[in-house]
Structures are given as C-alpha cells and as structure tokens.
C-alpha cells in the first residue's frame, strides 16, 4: 500500500494547540489531555506529530511564551487565549523542526480557523512573520531572561540553583532533552543478549545494554511497545533505568514476604516479581483504585501474582494484616521534578508551594511503614525527584528520630550518582547512564 | 538482499489466490528481507508477496511516521473486526492512483512473525487499513475491486495507456 504525500495539516496542529492550551490554561496533565485530542479523524501518522508538537510546545514554553510576549503588541483576549498554545507549537516548529518556514505559517494560520477563531489569522500570520523577520534579536535578548533561556519556571530554577551550584544549569539542559526508550528485559524468561538479538533480527533495533543495571536495554530509537519482541507475554517492559534500579537495589529474594508502596502503575511491582524469580510474597499498595487497574494489567502481561490493596500508605492500620514484611520499597509522591524530560507538563503544572505539602506527605509514609518491616529488614526510599528537601532531607530527618536505622551504601550507584550532599544516592538528569533523575536510600533495621 | 519487481494492475497474476506458507525458514526469511527493501524503495508502507509474484501467504509493512517500524506477517488471518471507516489508500501495483476506502475501523489480526511464532494483534487506523489491503492481495483483490465499475474501467484504461507509452519511450 502507498499514500499520497502527507503533510502535516491544520488538524494535526489544532489539536495540538488544544492539548498544550488544556495543560497550559486548564491545569491538566498531558496523560489525561493526549489521550483526548487524539480524534478518530486523525491517522497513527498524524497520532505521532501530534505527539511530538505537543511534547515540543510545552519542553520549550517559558521560551515561546517570552517571544510571544515580545511579537504581540496587546495581550490576546481570554477567549482567544488558546491562540497562544497554537502559536507555541509553530515557534517549536520554526526553530527545532525541519519544515520549511512558509508551510508552518500558512499550516498555523489554517489551524486558527480550525480552533473557530478565523477572524485571528490574520493575527497569526503577522506574528509568525514578525517573529521570522527578527528572529536572531529575538532569541539573543530571550538568553538574558532565565525562564526563556533554561526553558524551566523561575522557582525551579531557583531551587535547583541553590541545590546544586555547581550542575544546575546541566540539570535544566537535561531536562528538556527528549528521552531514551529504556526497556527491561524479564530475565526468568529470556537473556539479554537474547533479547537484543531479536531487537536485531526481528525489528533491526540496535540495544544498548548496561553494566550498572543488568536487565536494561536502551533502544537506539523508541518504537511502539507493541513491536516490541514478546512484550504482550512479559519478555520485556517499558521503564526508565533509573525506574529498574529501584527494585534492582532492593533486590528482593524468592520467599520473601515484600511491599511495594505506591506500585501503580506497576512496573515496580513487576521488576520485583521477576527479580525474585516469581517466587515472593509480594503485596501492591496504592490510594487510587483507578489507576491499580493499571497494575493488574501490568502483572497480568507479565505473569506475576501479587495481592492488591487500596490503601493509604500512611497509614497502614487501614490495611496492614499486621505480618511483617521482609522488604518494603517506598517509591514516594514526590515533585517529579527528575523526570521531566518525560513529562515536560510536570514544571509548568507544580508550583512551588506543592513543595512542603509533598515533604510532608512523604515523611509520613516513611514513618509509617518503618512500622511494617521485620527487625533486620530493608526499606528501599525513593523519589523521581532532584529536589534534597523531599530527598536527603527527609532522610536525614527519619534518621534521627531512629537509631535502629542505618543507610546502606549501594556500589552500583557509587560511581554514577552526584556527589554527597546527605545520605542516599541521587541520580541527577545528564548523568553518565542517561537516566531520568532518581534518588535512593537504601535503610535497614537493625535487628533485635 | 534484492529488490523485487512489483507487479502493475491489471496484471493477471495479481489475481493469484496465495497458498499459506508451509515453514518458516531461511528462504521465507530472506524473502520477508527483500519484501522490506522493495517496499521501502518503492516508497510504500505495505507490500504482500503477491505483488511481487510469489503466491505465498506473507506480507510486509511499516506505517510509522520515520518508517522505522517494520512489521511482518506470515500465514495472516483477521479473527475479528468491527467499525468502519473511510480512508485514502494507494497501491505500489496502482501507481498514482488515490481513492477513499471504507474498511474495518478495528481488527484483530493472527500470524506468524519472522521467527515463526504466532502472535495477535489489536490494530487500527492505517496500521488497520494496511493489514486489510495486504490480505486483500493475498487473495488476489484489488484496492480498485471496490471502485464503481465505472471508475475502475476508466483508471484501467488511463493506467493501460500510460504503461504503454512508457514501454514506447523505454
């Protein structure tokens, strides 16, 4: 079969706008918008494009906002607000992508009539046109204003200053590249090098594996799961390196009574069942009921059993049958704020003041389940964030208020972790695995 | 690796019904290989065996955007479908030619990969459109077959006319 050359249209561009607009002025995150602006008329083909603009858009929205703010001579009305987003995704495109310029603007300008808003094409065109015309003042007076220059809002590049002085602006950079496909591969069902084998043979994908992590691939270029050799038996998932460290470091072991705090949507869970060779007693906990359903797909694919409990972590006299666990991995909320390359909505959703709300939350869940884990047990801490308040802080606070527990030094993360600055170990964005940025304390019991 | 002749409406051996592929072997697999480099050269997004006349049950596709998402289906069976759906389709054996389609919105499809083992698939939009063109070869039909007669005569006649010019000029 052949198609007739397709360009990208109004349509594709449209939708995009809207979905940005939704994340942008509506406050909704792009895993529940992309899924919605992904109309029947569009094609898989135009489902990519789509994807990409959105991703586009929001990576670079502090700068296209500055630019925007610089071409409109009046602010746009509130009802035409979605404008803005439409024209975010044509300045990604005019600076980032190949397309010819002339095809942006008159795509973008056909896109306003499809958002209803023909009288603004005019509107459109000009700015775009201006924007092209003064492109290089543009971007040169765009370096002197923080938020447009490191594409990230001004309070997280200010915590991420104070942070880390020394790295900050490597962080910001990382965090607006686009991400690598890192898949695991199930080692009780393949090899490794089996597996990247028939990445070759079978879809002619090029795998990187890693020493730091055995089990992890990283693909030379993302593919739909749904290629992916044996992924609908469980030969392989979708997950970060930083994501598979997690269970790698608890290191769970057949026997084990285990509990994976916080699991939807369950890849952790599933690491942990393979890691164990199946053979662990292990029990999934998380608030939302909705999204465990998204854990018994994951465990189901796979073929692991695991017993599910909605519960709150904080609180385990809700659903704790009072038995000890061996191991307990807490993957905590957190600011997300390490995996932002993944989730470029994540910076322009949070504010600042989410901050405490998230420390607080994850002190007590921390607390709470040192309650669960048998003397001499191990609870491994984690978050996806870069931030040391809901890190090495709280850590470092639970440490003091309990002598029976101590921090264990992880080797595989010695070499690529950032320098100490309190205990665990952070993976910071940029790092030498290109991992999403993770932090890590390893705490054990003493026993009695 | 070679790249294969694909055959061009009307040709009568593009109405071959293809019989399933017995095992899959080194000599499916280097077909399945060359099946990919045909189609990607043309350039195309699905090309069954048929078209390039050999009557076996395999085809080959790649609907992604950076054509970096190559599929093959050997013994290829749709075991459920619903909805239906409009869309623009092409053919390498009907070159230049571009009509709408109505097809399954939804299907589900069997087959063997290139290393043999079965597997299902959920697919649709063009990945839809595109298995269910390609099995259509398999059994000898046409995209044009769902044409008005009327407007497969006249495509034929203007098809027929522009091959023999260019057997003139060649």
Redesign the interface.
Known sequence: ????AGKIGAASRAAAAAAVDAVIHNGRSLEQVIPECLT?AL???D???VKALVYGALRGHCLHQYLISKLLSKPLKKKDIVLESLLSVSLFQLLESDQPDFAVVSATVDAAAVLGRPHARGLVNAVLRNFLRQREVLLKAAMQEPAARYRLPVWLLDRLRSSWPDTWEAIAAASNLQAPMWIRVNQQRTSVSDYQQ?LK?????SAESSAVCPGSLKLE?A??V??L?GF?SGHSSVQDIAAQLAATVLAPKPGEKILDACAAPGGKTGHLAELSAYGANITALDHSAERMQRVTENLERIGANATLIVGDAAAPEGWWDGELFDRVLLDAPCSATGVIRRHPDIPLLRRDSDISALTDLQERMLAALWLVLKPGGQLLYTTCSVLPVENQSVVAAFLQGHPEARVLPVDCLEHVAAKHIGPGHQLLPGNPLDSDGFYYALLEKAAE | MSLLKILEYPHPRLRIKAVPVAAVNDTIRQLVDDLFETMYAAPGIGLAATQVDVHQRLLVLDVSDDQNESMCFINPEIIARDGAEITEEGCLSVPGVYEGIERAQHIRVRALGRDGNSFEMDAEGLLAVCIQHEIDHLDGKLFVDYLSELKRQRLKKKIVKAQKQTSVTA
């Open positions: 079969m052949s198609t007739s029947e094609s898989p083909r489902v990519t494009l028939q043979t079978d879809i002619n994908l270029s593919v739909r749904d290629v050799p609908e």
